[in-house]
């Protein structure tokens, strides 16, 4: 599978994860434990439930108890999932639980089958089973052990001046073992989406997003002691002393701390215009003027990107700050960054000592108290790596025809219901309404499965027997992978090959090709199955499908046209009313407050997972609404369930800072709150916790 560029696709990538949120209208009852209300004490947390608003957040790990619950129309997701919150418990290594993660589960214990089973045989099978065995082979990666990256540890050391730091940075050896201070990866031109192109993208920082330089959250605090730990570990392993670490930890910190200063935080990223914004077209010309001081233009044409008739820079301002800050002043803050970031990267994957310690600060960072089974986490390496060869076999095995056809056809249905939604929408002008019915009877159906596979037989693992090890596999895939991503350069994408991995847990739309993917790995009891009624199928695998058609629509999808090209269809004045009505919506969950810490909700970092949820739900609707004698209870119940969620309060901080998707009782919640039918369904009133006045619901569409 191609690996394009993981930043530049989360801008344009609108997706479902099983890491999906969304927050509430209503009232939280703090006084006594009857009539649905809920106490801040009585959950036996640590926790003030009852600054919480507008419910309580029952997603915390918990915080539901046998006294904690609520009528459903107060808080349905409660309600409707009271027994499942309060019993969850967090899988081995998870720090969320969701009956989501039994569709991972199934994957899962179906590919771990692959990777043992000997009469599979063929170059997938070869490749996969390969990997797995050198990923557990404990007493190889114990000879091999640090010493291969000691080498370039010392190269890094030694620079002592500017220049000296500049040739380690173009050099085959940082290729190899290092990281560098621009991010130059493969990925599509948004201008003309069936051309590969070169995207320049900034500097990866420590903390992830340059707000924390700022100001540091408490998610912050814990990423920067896990990253003080991680880095401490691997430069004592390389032989620096406690001073030396502290020193290199600190220059590193200082110097990216100066970086932020040019970089965008994770919510201006997330701001629509961001789209648009991080497009700058560059040549190599262009580049060289940009950048006079760090050798970008040289290490692009070491590397081979320098090739590509089409280059993109995602930040300008960024390149114009490295610039200024890549001087003799500030040489042991890069040094420590490239020292810092690269041996990291390693903790991982060398010997079990070094793995254990990563397994200890990881669990500690995000809040649980147990690892997966070595075996797991084998597998997972390997399909991340090979998610074809598990496919391809998986395909085989476990997926029919008519499953696809089945999918294919709800989700023609569903495409069919929207075709009718914009029919009723009285903002949009007439003009606007068809480029939307082109945009939508355009967009492609990727179900369950493709018809045409990646080449992916570039990438080869040599096994055991023949003197493999990991390290040198994962050094072999980096270099395959720079071979395959420069192959492409100047080319056109295969649109019938899919780009991405069907065995994610996962369903997304694609705004450059137009497509909604509705994967297999996503297929569970609570998202699918043969025998489900029909109320069911539409209210969880229907609405996520919704969902999906509905990304081609919201804030960051409206901007890609029916061919899946970055292009305005709008009228001025539609554009006008569809931002005012996305700024309520955005309003609206800046005012969620969802722990007792104070930390803040952003409305604009979740708005189009919130715009979709509502949209996806109402195609539903729509289609619900044509059949005689349709059961809604039964279908917002199964809708609820889709979303059950628990986590550890660390996992949810984290997500409200970062994660584009609302916390899932609010995705339940404040979604199903929009809609007439679950209000005349359960009889909600003006004062219930569910209600919602007609004039201040938030549904975009």
């Given at each position: ?173 940082n290729f190899k073992w290092g990281v560098s201070l621009a991010t130059v990866d493969l ?444 059961d809604y209870d039964k279908f917002f119940r199964a809708n609820a369930h889709l979303w ?58």
């Amino acid at each position: 599978m191609t690996k394009l560029n993981k930043k530049f696709l989360s801008v344009i990538m609108s997706i479902t994860l099983i890491c999906a949120t969304i927050t509430g209208c209503g009232k939280a009852n703090t006084e006594t434990v009857e009539s649905g209300d809920v106490q801040s004490d009585v959950s036996g947390l640590p926790m003030d439930s009852s600054v919480m608003t507008p419910w309580i957040n029952s997603t915390i790990l918990g915080m539901v108890t046998e006294d904690v619950n609520a009528d459903l129309k107060d808080d349905f997701y409660l309600n409707v999932n009271h027994d499942w919150l309060m019993n969850a418990k967090l899988r081995p290594g998870y720090p969320t639980e969701m009956p989501l993660l039994d569709a991972a589960d199934i994957v899962k214990n179906r590919c771990m089958d692959m990777l043992t089973d000997t009469s599979l045989t063929g170059e997938d099978a070869e490749k996969i089973q390969n990997y797995y065995e050198l990923w557990l082979d404990w007493e190889g990666r114990n000879e091999t052990g640090i010493d291969p990256i000691i080498p370039f540890v010392q190269k890094v050391r030694n620079v002592s001046s500017l220049d000296e730091m500049s040739k380690v940075l173009v050099s085959e050896e940082n290729f190899k073992w290092g990281v560098s201070l621009a991010t130059v990866d493969l990925s599509l031109n948004s201008e003309n989406s069936i051309l590969y192109e070169v995207q320049i993208s900034p500097t990866e920082l420590s903390l992830q997003d340059s707000a924390e330089y700022k100001i540091l959250t408490e998610n912050g605090k814990r990423k920067q002691k896990a990253n003080k730990e991680t880095a401490g570990y691997m430069l004592g392993r390389v032989g620096f002393s406690k001073d030396e670490i502290d020193k290199a930890l600190q220059d590193m910190y200082d110097f990216e701390a100066k970086l932020t200063e040019y970089e965008k935080s994770v919510l201006e990223r997330s701001d629509p215009t961001y789209v648009t914004a991080s497009v700058n077209p560059v040549t190599m010309k262009d580049i060289e003027t940009l950048s006079p001081n760090y050798p970008l233009v040289e290490y692009m044409e070491n590397y081979g990107w320098s090739k590509s008739k089409l280059i993109n820079l995602s930040e300008p301002e960024w390149l114009k700050g490295l610039n200024e800050l890549y001087t003799e002043e500030n040489l042991e803050g890069i040094k420590a960054y490239i020292l810092v970031h690269s041996i990291v990267a390693y903790i991982s994957v060398i010997d079990e000592e070094a793995y254990r310690e990563y397994q200890r600060i990881s669990n500690e960072a995000s809040g649980t108290t147990e690892s997966m089974p070595d075996t797991e986490l084998a597998y997972s390496d390997a399909r991340e790596k090979f998610p074809g060869s598990f496919g391809r076999i998986y395909k085989e095995k476990y997926l029919t025809e008519e499953m696809k056809q089945e999918i294919t056809k709800l989700c023609q249905d569903a495409i069919d219901a929207y075709d009718n939604m914009f029919d009723s929408v009285d903002w949009l002008s007439e003009e606007t309404r068809k480029e939307a019915k082109n945009k939508l009877h355009k967009m492609k159906i990727n179900a369950v499965y493709p018809d045409k596979w990646d080449d992916d037989s570039i990438y080869v693992v040599k096994s055991k027997e023949e003197g493999g090890t990991l390290l040198q596999a994962i050094l072999d895939y980096g270099e395959a992978l720079r071979k395959d991503s420069l192959s492409r350069l100047n080319t056109t994408i295969d649109r019938d090959i899919w780009m991405v991995d069907m065995l994610d847990t996962n369903a997304f739309y694609n705004p450059m090709d137009n497509s909604i993917n509705i994967i297999p790995g996503f297929f569970c009891d609570v998202t699918y199955r043969s025998d489900m009624s029909l109320e069911e199928k539409y209210g969880a695998l229907g609405s996520v499908i919704g969902h999906e058609i509905s990304h081609a629509f919201d804030t960051n999808g409206a901007q890609f046209d029916a061919e899946g090209n970055l292009n305005n269809w709008w009228t001025d004045e539609d554009y006008a009313a569809f931002k005012e009505r996305a700024d309520k919506l955005v309003a609206y969950y800046d005012k969620v407050v969802a722990f007792d810490d104070g930390t803040a909700y952003k409305g604009q970092l979740v708005q189009t997972e919130a715009i979709a949820d509502m949209a996806g739900l109402k195609c539903m609707l729509i289609m619900a609404g044509k059949i005689d004698g349709f059961d809604y209870d039964k279908f917002f119940r199964a809708n609820a369930h889709l979303w059950a969620r628990v986590g550890t309060v660390e996992y949810m901080e984290a997500a409200v800072l970062s994660d584009k998707h609302p916390l899932h009782y609010l995705r339940s919640n404040v979604t199903l709150a929009q809609f007439d039918e679950f209000v005349d369904c359960y009889d909600i009133k003006e004062g219930d916790g569910m209600y919602m006045a007609p004039e201040d619901r938030i549904a975009v569409w």
